[in-house]
């Protein structure tokens, strides 16, 4: 019996599963309007022209003109920029220092370092994340960096768990006894043998994660603790838009547009991975 | 009828109704609801700076011996007349007779004097003590008049008299009025919820022009977006300091409503730390006042709501000088002055309080820095947080705030005020202009100071704020400039 090879096998599979075509496809028009940022905006998006303000969409701004008479639409991209951005580095905090912590305690079963980091991870999971965020940047103050340190903060436990659950039932495993007798340090173990196994889950979990962050970012620029002006945020696109509202509704409509579809589509994609990864689904297909 | 307790309901709302829809004398409106921002923290004027507690009790509660009009002069109040003397050192004062307190008490001569030694005395709390700091001494000549000797000639004593901070009060209840206000004005305090309203009640014993209104409700609303709402909602009938100058357009619009625009005392400034480098340098704050486009800041932030300022100088005042055109928009002028002072690869911070005219102007005026080459690190802080770290501790560079307090062009003789200005010079003429009685030489003095302030390029005056307000079309007699903190409601009524 001839199998293809597990990569194309793969990549066959994902294009037959819609949600998760449509879930890439929104997520990366917007990475690519945040990359494309970068290298060319309509108009500059801090440029502010009092004279052209609150302007509906048009040929020349396609998203209309904000209370500045800045172009929306170059602002809703270097905002992509802000928020990808942000989340990125916040849900890749998450991971580097909740993964080792999960698989270390995971290693280190039942004693009293296990004990510690869980009951710690559970300290910080017993905190409403939003309002947890809000403390940190209240504190170090309002900014990108610390909205990023912020959220990254609390997807740590997420992480930690979600490793050591998963760890926790390889440990038992043959192959792992195997590597034991072989004399490999746990450590090892962990990093050979048990990383590989559960990345599938980590994958799926930081897609999740990322649009979480992503709505956590638009949420502390909302009240004023997220990426500071003149650079663009979706979060305080919105608050700039509230007393606005019945004057220039399309000032609310696009970046809660933008929010929305990015962490649809996040959230389709991550929801595909995990039909995709899990091996009874395979199996069903 | 009792078998039918339904129809029994029935008819007895229909008689209610003919009642209250055959008879149109008895549905005209009595009582008035005012949207303010913010809740005062107590409600004596003469105990706390809050311009809140002026705001409901100014006029309404308590009065002085003299009074501003809406349109800023100096009236009498509880002095029926005064005589001045040729010195200008004694102020005798005829009372009114057959004035009382809200608790039934009569108020007299001693009422002032004692209203006006607890202001002075050492330790006492007025928040504004400079404005009896001329007073040698108050004498009772008879119950109802009483003498006031300066130890100089004051030419603004009449005006210092009245403000909120000079109210006169009873002495058996002058400890409790933070909470339980006792005063001589046509309403009295009939409840306060915290966090909600104040309601005034009229007071039938007033001794003056009667009220017209029954009941006056303050509500207090500081979200702009709950503001609109309540307005167009109908809860409010008057916002007579509406903070989101975007929706009066829409008021403006609307037929039920007015949209009132006057002047007020706010001049609003962008401050500068004067003893922080490089903003010690004339130059480099000349520069910065020249980067700024006020128009812009008015039309972007404001929605055309202000009048550019050249100086810190209310420009309705007959004193006022029009010095915009010194501190003119230009740029390449801008860029030039920093090159002159050596600096290049300036980073300012710039800390702004929550009120739309600096959040919003803040992020114009760093645009505006930013075209010359000088950036701005914006911080959003609130107001608890700008009195500890800019007000007090003076650690910042530049700030955007409005100063409402009337004729405050003094607060720059101040050594420790927070731009910290206090130029030799300049106190010098604040010291004559204490001095001087006689009008001309007042102006000329006063004209002096605004010029001074703006030689020196204190600050970047930017615009008077407008007292922009909503009413509804039909309520009448609201003061339409704030020649002080105050909603005064002594000549409200409803139109027919």
Redesign the interface.
Known sequence: MSTPPADRSFLRMALGHPAFVLGFLLSALFIALALVSFLWTPFDP???D??G?LKGPSLEHWFGTD???RDMFSMIMVGARVSIAVAFVAVGIGMIVGVPLGLYAAARRGSLIDEIIMRGNDLVFAFPSLLLAIMITAVF??GAVNAIIAIGIFNVPVFARLARGAALSLWTRDFVLAARVAGKSRARISAEHILPNIANLLIVQGTIQFSLAILAEAALAYV?LGA???LPSWGRMLADA??????APHMALFPGFAIIVTVLGLNLMGDGLRDLFDPKLRRGR | MTKNPIAATAVSLLALGLAFGVTPAMAAKMDVTIGMQLEPPNLDPTGGAAAAIDEVVYANVFEGLTRFGSDGAILPALAESWEISDDGLVYTFKLHTGVKFHDGSDFNADDVKFSLDRARAEGSTNAQKALFADIASVDVVDPATVKVTLSKPNGSFLFNMAWGDAVIVAPETAADNAAKPVGTGPFTLTEWVKGDRVELGRYDGYWGTPVKLDKVTFKFISD??AA?AAMMAGDLDAYPAFP?P??L??FEADPRFKVITGSSEGETILAMNNKKPPLDNVKVREAIAHAIDRQ?II??AMFGYGTPIGTHFAPHNPAYVDLTAQSAYDPEKSKALLAEAGVSDLTLSLKLPPP?YAR?G???I??QL?EVGINTD???VEWAQWLDDVFKAKNFDLTIVSHTEPMDIGIYARDDYYFQYGDPDFKAIMADLANATDPAKRTELMQAAQKKIADDYVNAYLFQLARAGVISAKLKGIWLNSPTQANDMTGVYWEE
């Open positions: 801090t440029k502010m009092i004279a303000k209370h500045f008479g103050g309002p004023g500071q002006p003149p509230q007393t606005l509202i019945s004057l | 702009p977006t609109f989101a975007e929706n357009v829409q812009a039309d972007g739309s919003r803040g992020e114009i760093a645009a930013r914006i911080t959003n």
